[in-house]
């Protein structure tokens, strides 16, 4: 019985070719990470010559800052959350941001400079990102905190959630508790813990 062949590839024929590429440069980036995101790989998957795809991503750090233009709007939409209250304020907020870094791990290393140590300083989205999340814990800690101390508390927490993000998506947290409850406890460990008398 003679091999089976593989069903031919769909390719791009026409309507909108940037997010086209952006679809198939996800795929590459969530496959293989961003060190393999590349133009040729992308047109190829999308069934176009390079130069089409140099009319819309001249570079690979283009193609890579898109991505994280489109990375930063969807977090943005995942931290539109309802706060909670008293000392655990901020406790959704960070909920949500790991589970973010969670369900999109190379495109969050990748928002934040992997490969591309320049699209996370170009990325106009990501920088608004930024701001906005420190006005959201700037605003909540405020209430609890004299002026002086906030830039630093708010710094603490964004380090805080990052960084329990990267521990998660590279599998360096111990199995033991879930993950989402093992996220509470933390945040809220940090909640709790952050009053004037420890910062």
Not at 15 to 33: F, H, Q
Not at 85 to 102: I, K, M, R, S
Not at 125 to 137: H, T, W, Y
Request: charged share 20%; hydrophobic share 40%.
């Amino acid at each position: 019985m003679p091999p089976r062949r593989k069903a031919p590839r769909k390719t791009y024929h026409h309507g909108d070719l940037r997010n086209a590429l952006l679809k198939a440069a996800r795929e590459v980036l969530e496959e293989r990470g961003p060190s393999h995101l590349g133009l040729r790989e992308v047109s190829r998957r999308c069934g176009v010559s390079a130069p089409s795809a140099y009319h819309h991503f001249p570079s690979r750090d283009a193609l890579a800052l898109g991505l994280a233009e489109q990375g930063a709007i969807k977090m943005a939409q995942c931290l539109a959350v309802t706060p909670g209250t008293g000392n655990l304020a901020l406790l959704p907020y960070g909920e949500a941001y790991v589970a973010f870094a969670q369900a999109n791990p190379a495109l969050y290393r990748l928002m934040f400079g992997e490969g591309f140590p320049e699209v996370s300083r170009e990325s106009g989205a990501v920088r608004e990102l930024r701001q906005r999340s420190f006005e959201i814990m700037k605003l909540t800690l405020e209430k609890r905190l004299p002026a002086a101390q906030v830039p630093i508390a708010a710094l603490f927490l964004w380090a805080l959630v990052h960084g329990l993000g990267l521990l998660l998506i590279d599998g360096q947290v111990e199995s033991g508790p879930v993950p989402k409850d093992l996220v509470h406890q933390v945040l809220k460990l940090a909640g709790t813990g952050l009053n004037e008398t420890r910062i």
